[in-house]
T-cell receptor, first 112, second 114 residues
């Protein structure tokens, strides 16, 4: 079993929809949780960065962390065609030497 | 401000050759990490360097090595290339080596092995 599980999709939604992306993990020592967006032939771009459990909002993006369930989510409101990309969850902690452990990524397509 | 820059952007090599990939971190960042991303997968951790010292190593063979220079730039070296080394190699930088510093990625070097 991989430490971080993420459904690869693809996920297709109409423009304006609310998108929900999720990851589960097995290592309870993870403390830092991130979401990255990766466009084709580009490097991952940091979207959200959270520490421990709770919610964090930034514009149209909301990140949620539930450490008791080992479950993290990213919500995208009013999705736009420009949001079409692969979304990677990542997490780290002392046990991993703060190296990032990534999910496989979820491919998202927002159609006009 | 310039982000993380990597060179070259693309590289084609044959089996058995060696390769050197280069990374310049964001100005002021002292930690550099290297990741390998195979098509359809998330990035896999290879190395982390902080203040020119190796702070972590992932599950990669000894054919992979790296170093960090006094100006905090870094090189990743891979010897005796195998077909399976074909991947996107990503460099990420952060202010420090601890987890409370987010890592920012460059656009990577796409390595193809023939």
């Amino acid at each position: 079993q991989k430490e971080v599980e993420q459904d690869p999709g693809p996920l297709s939604v109409p423009e304006g929809a609310i998108v929900s992306l999720n990851c589960t993990y097995s290592n309870s020592a993870f403390q830092y949780f991130m979401w990255y967006r990766q466009y084709s032939r580009k490097g991952p771009e940091l979207l959200m960065y959270t520490y421990s459990s709770g919610n964090k909002e930034d514009g149209r993006f909301t990140a949620q962390v539930d450490k008791s369930s080992k479950y993290i989510s990213l919500f995208i409101r009013d999705s736009q065609p420009s949001d079409s990309a692969t979304y990677l969850c990542a997490m780290s902690g002392v046990s991993s030497g703060y190296a990032l452990n990534f999910g496989k990524g979820t491919s998202l397509l927002v159609t006009p | 401000d310039a982000g993380v820059t990597q060179s070259p952007t693309h590289l084609i090599k044959t089996r058995g050759q060696h390769v050197t990939l280069r990374c310049s971190p964001i100005s002021g960042h002292k930690s550099v990490s290297w990741y390998q991303q195979v098509l359809g997968q998330g990035p896999q951790f290879i190395f982390q360097y902080y203040e020119k010292e190796e702070r972590g190593r992932g599950n990669f063979p000894d054919r992979f090595s790296a170093r960090q220079f006094p100006n905090y730039s870094s090189e990743l070296n891979v010897n005796a290339l195998l077909l399976g080394d074909s991947a996107l190699y990503l460099c990420a930088s952060s202010l420090g080596g601890a987890g409370n510093q987010p890592q920012h990625f460059g656009d990577g070097t796409r390595l193809s092995i023939l």
